[in-house]
């Protein structure tokens, strides 16, 4: 049998549309700031694929700058912020490292927004926190990584502009996935990486609303306008614009996604685990559990060793899992190192989510059965 793959929020599979731009790039070169006709092509190539990626986001092509990913696009975004006279952060507890570790190494005060156990942030708090003196930039994900759990940053961005903030989303996890409209949601800054929806890592943008100035950080060519220098990464954002025309063709798809996740979830909720973010609107494709006393790397492996890649719920940069910021922020900080993420992507199919319901199972009876054994020695 081969593997399945459902660890997409990690980073989803490369889209065919993707793969033939990146290798069209490769082989035909060519630096955007040229003059000549190898150059021309490549400032062709570079404009329609800021039309495409601008395109799902609902945005102008204009206010998009290409980045390095998402992280490098959260850090533009706060860095700026921090340049252009905001005086403090206000950061959701459940926000990715991209956020969270840009926002407390920007040298700015930072206070944590709560999240009810949901995973949604506190709307009554925002507006309280938003009435202390000081310019605040305020960073809301519109989808968390681990649970899929969408934030209300429509309703969010009102106080903060009334207020005279700067409204961050990391939209990372969310485009390509949901439908959304730059204009529409509020922010003056979105955050979007392409390697989550089918493009090749190493690339990503950050979009930019007119309330918005970016200071660049780097200082080099004037590339991508002056705000980021550097040669552009022309094959991977000619793969990150066919991904991201492929994800707007084919947003209507999650809805099969979300069928299977939530058979699975059932099937997953009838042997015992808890599910996060149940209750509310969430990414199509993501299902978080914790099983309670079954550890998150065990489930992993026993998952790996049954053909079916996920991922903890928490991310492990290093091959170790960390406790889940999200879940302990959710209030149950006793499910932190139990959690797992299943996350489906635009090729999953209907057997993969059906076998990772199986493996998971067989798994538990094992594990079940152990802890029997140890009961009874004990
Ligand atoms: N934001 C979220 C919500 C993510 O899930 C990730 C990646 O895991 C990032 C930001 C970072 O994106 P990139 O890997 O492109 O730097």
């Not at 969430?282 to 790996?304: F, N």
């Not at 053909?307 to 960390?322: E, Q």
Request: proline fraction near 3%; glycine fraction near 12%; charge should be neutral.
């Amino acid at each position: 049998m081969s593997p399945v793959y459902l660890d997409h929020n990690a980073t989803s599979a490369l889209r065919p549309q993707a793969r033939d731009a990146v290798l069209t790039m490769l082989d035909q070169g060519g630096n955007p700031s040229s003059i000549h006709a190898a150059g021309r092509n490549a400032r062709r190539v570079l404009e329609r694929s800021r039309e495409q990626v601008a395109g799902l986001v609902g945005a102008v092509a204009g206010s998009l700058t290409f980045t390095s990913g998402g992280t490098e696009a959260s850090a533009l975004a706060i860095q700026s912020a921090a340049a252009t006279g905001v005086e403090r952060i206000l950061v959701g507890a459940t926000e990715h490292d991209a956020v969270w570790e840009n926002a407390q190494a920007s040298g700015l005060p930072v206070a944590t927004l709560a999240v009810d156990d949901q995973g949604i942030v506190d709307l009554p708090s925002l507006q309280a926190a938003l009435e202390l003196p000081g310019r605040a930039l305020v960073c809301l994900m519109l989808a968390n990584n681990e649970t899929g759990v969408l934030h209300p940053v429509v309703q969010a961005a009102d106080p903060v502009r009334a207020a005279g903030g700067w409204l961050h989303v990391d939209a990372v996890q969310a485009a390509g996935k949901i439908g959304m409209t730059f204009g529409a949601l509020g922010a003056d800054s979105l955050a979007l990486s392409a390697h989550k929806l089918g493009g090749p890592q190493g690339v990503g943008a950050l979009v930019c609303g007119t309330r918005a100035t970016l200071v660049r950080r780097q200082h080099g060519g004037g590339q991508e306008r002056g705000r980021r220098a550097g040669t552009e990464n022309l094959p991977g954002i000619a793969g990150f614009g066919a991904a991201a025309e492929a994800s707007l063709a084919g947003l209507h798809g999650w809805a099969d996604q979300a069928r299977w996740r939530d058979r699975l979830q059932a099937r997953l909720q009838a042997a015992g685990a808890l599910v996060f973010g149940e209750a509310v609107d969430r990414l199509p494709q993501t299902l978080c559990v914790a099983m309670p006393g079954w550890a998150s790397e065990t489930q992993v492996m026993h998952m790996d060793l049954g053909g079916v890649m996920i991922s903890a719920g928490a991310a492990c940069s290093s091959g170790k899992v960390k406790a889940s910021r999200t879940i302990t922020a959710m209030g149950r900080p006793d499910l932190a190192t139990c959690s797992i993420r299943i996350s489906g992507g635009w090729n999953s199919s209907e057997a993969d989510w059906t076998r990772a319901g199986d493996v998971w199972l067989a798994a538990l009876e094992v594990h079940q059965s152990r802890q029997n054994q140890v009961r009874e020695v004990a």
